[in-house]
């Protein structure tokens, strides 16, 4: 796939985009009312992660910070763009803000920061395999789209893996002691019982893909449509895109898994047999 069928999804001409989602008065009116929407239906069903924090108040700082670091962004990229490594400094900040979110997602303490490991080796070899063939140019306009997306399928795969094996490792913790009384070792205790659950990060993305066309039109063949490609064209980026996530969240996910097995990955007040262990 050439580098201008990349830069093409993610460049578009204004006066589609304009037509598309203009930014006026009522854009900002119908954003407030479906926050507000979002964060009254949250509150009505007492909806509440685990340790019974509503989700109402997140949702709006939710919605508040993304106004705000995407008005930020928008300013950022075409500065960043004039170098490359302003640009790469940027992919930098990217990564290091998606592990500091994956990590404190998953164990809200000083191990938060190994979450860098599964985000980092599923996106560094494919988007340097991407440069390397050519399919992405080292420029802002069409790397700084396809990272995010990478970075951004990595986070949410090393937060539903980890967090799932976690809770899972709490939940089962009987059985995980059962089989070390037997003389299992700690780690391939912890992975009898926390494979299953980590093993469903990969779920989001795989009906994405087996859906794709049918339910949903995402981003990349969208914009590409937008900014005048043909369907095929489209299609054929919007499946790259797909492909390359694939083998991100698997990676992700199984790196998520395995550090929560060995003990790395690990929540306060926990015993070794709940991954707290170093494995």
Do not use: C
């Amino acid at each position: 796939m050439p580098a201008a069928a990349v830069t093409a999804a993610v460049a578009l001409p204004q006066t589609a985009a304009d037509t598309l989602l203009p930014v006026d008065a009522t854009l900002g009116v119908v954003l407030a009312a479906l926050l507000v929407a979002a964060a009254g239906i949250a509150a009505l069903a007492r909806l509440a992660d685990s340790d019974g924090r509503g989700y109402p108040r997140a949702i709006v700082v939710a919605g508040l910070r993304a106004t705000v670091q995407l008005a930020a962004v928008s300013y950022l990229i075409g500065w960043v763009m004039r170098a490359v490594p302003l640009l790469l400094s940027f992919i930098a900040l990217m990564f290091a803000v998606a592990v500091r979110t994956a990590g404190r997602r998953i164990t809200a303490n000083r191990s938060w920061w190994w979450a860098a490991v599964p985000i980092g080796a599923g996106v560094l070899p494919v988007v340097a395999a991407l440069l390397l063939t050519g399919l992405v140019p080292l420029k802002g306009i069409a790397l700084i789209p396809v990272t995010g997306i990478l970075i951004g399928g990595a986070l949410t795969a090393t937060v539903l893996a980890g967090r799932r094996s976690l809770d899972e490792l709490r939940t089962r913790h009987g059985e995980v002691e059962a089989a070390l009384a037997l003389g299992m070792p700690d780690r391939e205790a912890r992975l009898e019982i926390a494979r299953p659950a980590a093993s469903d990060a990969l779920i989001p993305g795989l009906d994405q893909t087996r859906t794709v066309g049918l339910v949903t039109l995402p981003g990349a063949f969208v914009g590409m449509l937008l900014g005048g490609a043909s369907p095929l064209l489209a299609g054929a980026v919007q499946l790259f895109v797909l492909v390359a996530l694939m083998a991100v969240q698997a990676v992700a996910t199984a790196l998520a898994l395995e550090l929560v097995a060995r003990g790395r990955l690990h929540r306060d007040g926990t015993g070794a047999s709940t991954g707290a262990g170093t494995g």
